[in-house]
């Protein structure tokens, strides 16, 4: 069980910080939340303290990761199928994953296919999601700026140090 104060991630929304535990009741049952808030934004979550598992609520990066993850970037290889559906499917698989690797590869080949054919209103949608996720662990661990750490995330993504 996670406590007020501590920093955890959620795989579709990013990390941030448990502001409140609330106790709940729905159909004559008590329930009872981590009230969960990114740093950035005003996004607020409720997320059942029970289905923190099934969910794939995790703890913080260690900086060593983080830092491991930034110097692989230049390497991930990328997808670039053409079907449109599959990569959607594949994306959104590996953005749910929760795995930061997974999360950089959906933003590099998102990023790369933007920069070559353009992306769909779904595929921008999902590049700001997968970049919130990544960025949101990154600034929390690091201690940084946001808009600084995407910049310097956007151009370690663009590198060409396949």
């Keep these: 069980m996670y406590s007020v104060g501590d920093k955890i991630v959620h795989p579709m929304h990013g990390a941030g910080v448990i502001r409140d535990i609330v106790d709940e009741r729905m159909t004559g049952q008590c329930i009872r939340y981590y009230v969960f808030s990114l740093p950035v934004g005003e996004l607020v979550l409720k997320i059942p303290v029970?289905?923190?598992?099934?969910?794939?609520?995790?703890?913080?990066?260690?900086p060593e990761a983080i830092e491991q993850l930034i110097t692989m970037i230049p390497r991930l290889s990328v997808d670039m199928t053409t079907n449109w559906n599959q990569r959607y499917r594949e994306n959104m698989e590996r953005l749910k994953s929760g795995n930061l690797v997974e999360v950089a590869r959906v933003i590099k080949t998102l990023m790369l296919r933007d920069r070559s054919r353009g992306l769909s209103n779904g595929e921008r949608k999902m590049l700001h999601s997968a970049k919130q996720i990544l960025l949101s662990e990154v600034v929390l661990v690091e201690g940084t700026d946001y808009k600084e750490t995407e910049r310097r995330v956007d151009q370690i993504m663009l590198s060409d140090k396949e």
């Excluded at 923190?52 to 995790?58: A, D, E, L, T, V």
């Design 50 to 62: 029970e289905s923190c598992g099934k969910i794939g609520i995790r703890t913080l990066s260690s």
